[in-house]
């Protein structure tokens, strides 16, 4: 659900400047520019934000055993989340998995990109060649191809193998975030480390990865969604465990709690929240600056 | 390594000393064969045109390149082996290089973090003082000009107090007045506590004013080296001749010797040079002269041994420039001579199109070792185009201020 809400933000975002953006257009046949674009992209949105405004709006519904019809307001389903059976435990699972695997993924996939553009070794352009097939695998293949890898080898499926797998597809992201930024390094900033008495592991935690922390933290948050969002190969993998997307598809057959819509809304409103924060602090900050 | 960073401040400055240093870079040979030695405590200018390995020279020093052969010794201790951060060397960079994460006192106060100085603030608030930036100390490096960026990498650098300071053009970015005063700064930094200092520039002024010793570099070697006043007054090669200021050079077979000097055969006329200011004495030499050492006269000079006469030619280009005026004489089988004339008159001197002489002292003569292919005259590769422009933005620079 967070890619869908990107995607929603993105469409936004190119929504609004879009009518002003269309000089050219508006020159030949101002009807087109005048209303057909903003008529367009009105309903472009609500298409979008309905499924979310819909996810949210019947989190506070008064359900029974399904949660289809509206049935009045309450807060009942907010309060007493973990009261519908499995809905906080797929929870607890899908933020561990999401936590561990995107930790790993991180730390990793951060190395591999130093190492990708900072050395010259054999097989470099092949590995940057390689990182890129779990990107473009479909997801059915990866997770049938990792399922029937861990039979062979004989691991229980579980927790870890669902860890494995999100670190598997997560380390690609990473690396393609952060190698960008680490290409854009002025090797000279870490030069003058050194030339001002700083001994390598200083220079990097000083200096280098300072500067690496918004493409790594890009990247985490990356991860993160992914995994949290991971159905297909968390489906291939999870054995008896259950993560939050699993659950939701397991028990759209007999009918979704609203408790689930409740964890969606959630998570919807953190990353809104999330997104908002930053960007008034960021504007907070250049306001303070340019005040010194 | 501890004893180096670990320590305070360098109590004085340490020698350099390059032996047989070379730098190749795939396919490249930046630097061949470089023995250099600048001796403790002094000023020493490294000059040259763009891409002929001065930042390459410093990298080496510095321990951020290692040589392909040879070795660098600083203060007698033999740091070829050593990292960068071992070695009591600091730099200001030519593209600045300052942490764009880090305030601007911290930018300058991480040299002094990093060897645990007690006072670390108080010493960068002293540095950025002197460079007068200290109001902006709580200010990231973006928000800096250039000009200010380059105080602040030359603060960042200085307040460490290396036995050896390495500058890559540290006042390129600075307005004639700020430079001067930079220079200023820096000369007296560099005077108080004895610091070596090793400097590169393009800008021949800044060298000559500035350092005891100036090298010219070209080509990934050292043309000459020596104090400023005797490159200027001696230039041994063509190269020299016409980097450091412009030069007249003239290539002819030598036609007579005496016991102290030289006669050349330019074009019909005999030049005589002191032999003890010409580096070689038989066969085709080339000779110079510096512009404003030549005398200008509308009539053929009286036959003298103390002066070299050539002429007549015809004045093709006359520039008023203040102080001086500068004339282009067109002599016939010798070509294009410059002349920088005193305004001391108020007289119309000479103008377009009038013949005239022009004629110089023996004593003011110099003989190169370069052979004539070498020494065509006025090698007009980018040398000359860049000394024209430090030319036009110092005018430029003069302008604005009166
Ligand atoms: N990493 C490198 N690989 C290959 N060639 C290099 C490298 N670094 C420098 N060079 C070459 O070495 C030569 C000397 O470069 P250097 O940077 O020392 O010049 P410079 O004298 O400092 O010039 P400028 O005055 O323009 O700064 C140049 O021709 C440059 O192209
Ligand atoms: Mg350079």
Same mark, same amino acid.
């Given at each position: ?5 990107? #995607?929603?933000? /993105? ?40 499924? !979310?405004?819909?996810?949210f ?5 008064r ?20 009261? &519908? ?19 790993? #993924? ?43 890898? =861990? ?13 494995l ?8 992201f @990473?690396?393609?975030? @952060?190698?960008a930024?680490v ?8 030069? /003058? ?18 500067l690496? +922390?918004?493409?790594?933290?890009s ?8 995994? =949290? ?9 999870s054995?008896?465990?259950?993560t939050?997307?699993k ?12 408790? #689930?819509?409740v964890?969606? *809304? &959630? ?16 504007a907070?900050r ?7 | ?8 401040f ?20 930046? !630097? ?29 020093? /510095?321990g ?34 300052l ?23 108080t ?13 902006l ?5 973006a ?8 105080? @602040?990498?030359?603060?960042? #650098?200085?307040?460490?107090?290396? &036995? ?11 307005d ?13 930094? $560099? ?12 800008d ?13 570099m ?19 090669? /063509? ?16 036609? %007579?010797?005496?016991?102290?000097? !030289?006669? @050349? ?5 005999? !030049?005589?040079?002191p ?19 030549l005398?200008l ?11 070299? *006469? ?9 520039s008023f420039? %203040?102080?001086?005026? $500068? ?7 010798? %070509?294009? +001579? ?6 001391? $008159? ?7 199109g ?10 003011? %003569? ?8 070498? &020494? ?26 009166s």
């Amino acid at each position: 659900m967070s890619t869908q809400e990107a #995607a929603a933000l /993105a469409t936004a975002g190119n929504a609004v400047e879009t009518p002003a953006g269309s000089g050219r257009g508006r020159k030949r046949d101002s009807n087109f520019g005048g209303w057909i674009l903003p008529v367009y992209t009105a309903v472009a949105l609500l298409f979008l934000l309905i499924p !979310i405004a819909y996810t949210f709006v019947f989190s506070f519904n008064r359900s029974l055993k399904s949660n289809i019809s509206w049935r009045g307001f309450t807060f009942d389903n907010w309060t007493g989340v973990c009261k &519908a059976q499995g809905v906080c435990e797929a929870v607890g699972n899908s933020l561990l998995v999401g936590v561990i695997a995107t930790f790993l #993924a991180t730390v990793l996939g951060t190395m591999i990109a130093l190492a990708l553009v900072r050395y010259r070794f054999r097989f470099r352009s092949a590995i940057s060649l390689l990182l890129f097939l779990p990107m473009a695998t479909p997801e059915v293949v990866l997770g049938a191809g990792l399922a029937a890898e =861990f039979l062979t080898a004989g691991v229980q499926k579980g927790l870890v193998t669902i860890i494995l797998a999100h670190t598997m597809f997560c380390i690609s992201f @990473v690396v393609v975030t @952060v190698k960008a930024r680490v290409a854009s390094l002025d090797p000279a900033l870490e030069e /003058a480390g050194r030339d001002l008495y700083g001994s390598p592991g200083q220079v990097f935690w000083r200096i280098t990865f300072p500067l690496l +922390v918004p493409g790594i933290v890009s990247a985490a948050l990356l991860s993160f969604s992914l995994s =949290f969002d991971d159905f297909i190969i968390t489906n291939f993998n999870s054995g008896a465990e259950t993560t939050f997307p699993k659950f939701v598809y397991i028990a759209a057959a007999r009918g979704i709690p609203a408790e #689930a819509n409740v964890v969606a *809304s &959630a998570v919807f409103v953190l990353a809104l929240v999330v997104v908002i924060v930053s960007q008034v602090s960021a504007a907070a900050r250049r306001r303070r600056l340019a005040a010194t | 390594m501890a004893a180096m960073t670990g320590s305070a401040f360098a109590e004085a400055g340490a020698d350099l000393k390059l032996v047989g240093v070379q730098k190749r870079f795939p396919g490249f040979t930046a !630097i061949e064969n470089l023995d250099l030695t600048i001796p403790a405590g002094s000023f020493f200018a490294l000059l040259g045109p763009s891409g002929c390995g001065k930042t390459t020279t410093l990298r080496l020093v /510095a321990g951020l390149e290692e040589v392909s052969a040879g070795r660098i010794l600083i203060g007698g201790k033999d740091v070829t082996a050593t990292k960068a951060y071992q070695r009591p060397v600091n730099t200001v960079f030519q593209s600045y290089a300052l942490f764009p994460h880090l305030s601007i006192l911290e930018n300058v106060a991480f040299g002094l973090r990093r060897r645990k100085m007690t006072d670390a603030l108080t010493r960068a608030h002293e540095a950025l003082n002197l460079v007068e930036l200290d109001h902006l100390s709580a200010r990231k490096p973006a928000q800096l000009s250039g000009g200010q960026q380059q105080r @602040v990498a030359l603060a960042r #650098a200085v307040v460490n107090r290396p &036995a050896l300071l390495l500058l890559d053009e540290p006042l390129g970015a600075l307005d004639l007045k700020l430079r001067r005063q930079m220079q200023l700064e820096l000369k007296s930094i $560099q005077g108080e506590v004895g610091l070596t200092f090793l400097h590169v520039t393009h800008d021949q002024e800044e060298a000559m004013t500035m350092a005891d010793t100036v090298a010219v570099m070209n080509k990934g070697r050292i043309e000459q080296m020596g104090a400023p006043a005797i490159l200027y007054e001696l230039p041994r090669t /063509a190269f020299v001749a016409n980097f450091l200021g412009q030069s007249n050079l003239f290539s002819g077979l030598v036609a %007579g010797e005496t016991s102290n000097s !030289i006669a @050349v055969d330019i074009a019909g006329s005999r !030049i005589v040079v002191p032999k003890s200011r010409a580096q070689r004495h038989g066969g085709e030499v080339t000779i110079g002269v510096r512009p404003e050492k030549l005398i200008l006269t509308r009539t053929a000079p009286n036959a003298n041994s103390a002066l070299n *006469s050539l002429g007549p030619g015809r004045i093709t280009d006359v520039s008023f420039s %203040g102080v001086s005026t $500068q004339f282009s004489v067109e002599i016939p089988s010798v %070509g294009a +001579v410059v002349v920088f004339a005193q305004n001391l $008159q108020a007289s119309p001197m000479a103008s377009v199109g009038d013949a005239v002489w022009v004629s110089w002292n023996v004593e003011h %003569g110099f003989g190169l070792e370069d052979d004539e292919r070498s &020494a065509a005259r006025f090698s007009a590769d980018e040398s000359t185009a860049m000394i024209a422009a430090h030319r036009k933005d110092a005018l430029l620079a003069e302008l604005e201020d009166s």
